[in-house]
T-cell receptor, first 111, second 113 residues
Framework: GESVGLHLPTLSVQEGDNSIINCAYS??????FIWYKQESGKGPQFIID?????DKRQGQRVTVLLNKTVKHLSLQIAATQPGDSAVYFC??????????FGSGTRLQVQP | DGGITQSPKYLFRKEGQNVTLSCEQN?????MYWYRQDPGQGLRLIYY???????QKGDIAEGYSVSREKKESFPLTVTSAQKNPTAFYLC????????????FGDGTRLSIL
């Protein structure tokens, strides 16, 4: 079936470096994507979203890039901080049925 | 503050027992969702409801039941038919507009005694 998946299970970066988390999706009809951050024992928190009519969207210290040709998303976090340590999920929310999640990437920020 | 409240935070189930997880939202959202999360895994959809008194099965509905008698409440019952219930359960809600993120509660962790 259709899926949304992530390339790397764990990413370790030094504090102050930039982080890039990747995600692939398989549904070519997908038109709305969301990145969530999940800290241990908590529910996912919205970080940033992007619609399929955009290639790039920026937030505070975060940027999402969408490449529809290869069905790929990335989340870039600038100047990564210890508080950014968490699991990051990309999700496809096409239609109102529900989100389709990848398995997540754990980001570890080393001081 | 508006949000989603899940209770209890931790729950233990005995063999053959049904347990109910509570989810309440004060966001005035129409749609509500239940997901299951296993260690190191993404979220999988159990049930969802887009309107009061109506709900649909998700990808892993077997062994679970729900009700939606009120807009703000969407309880999930884990029945004895669910043979592997140990997991982290997340409730979410969504407003009426398209292309917006779901809001999540902080989850209930269910374990077998």
């Amino acid at each position: 079936g259709e899926s949304v998946g992530l390339h790397l299970p764990t990413l370790s970066v030094q504090e102050g470096d930039n982080s890039i988390i990747n995600c692939a999706y398989s549904n070519s009809a997908s038109d709305y994507f969301i990145w969530y951050k999940q800290e241990s024992g908590k529910g996912p928190q919205f970080i940033i979203d992007i619609r399929s009519n955009m290639d790039k969207r920026q937030g505070q210290r975060v940027t999402v890039l969408l490449n529809k040709t290869v069905k790929h998303l990335s989340l870039q976090i600038a100047a990564t901080q210890p508080g950014d340590s968490a699991v990051y999920f990309c999700a496809d929310h096409t239609g109102r049925r529900a989100l389709t999640f990848g398995s997540g990437t754990r980001l570890q920020v080393q001081p | 503050d508006g949000g989603i409240t899940q209770s209890p935070k931790y729950l233990f189930r005995k063999e053959g027992q049904n347990v109910t997880l509570s989810c309440e939202q004060n966001l005035n959202h129409d749609a509500m969702y239940w997901y299951r999360q296993d260690p190191g895994q993404g979220l999988r959809l159990i049930y969802y409801s887009q309107i009061v008194n109506d709900f649909q099965k998700g990808d892993i509905a077997e062994g679970y039941s729900v009700s939606r008698e009120k807009k703000e409440s969407f309880p999930l019952t884990v029945t004895s038919a669910q043979k592997n219930p140990t997991a982290f359960y997340l409730c979410a809600s969504l407003g009426i507009y398209s292309n917006q993120p779901q809001h999540f509660g902080d989850g209930t962790r269910l374990s077998i005694l």
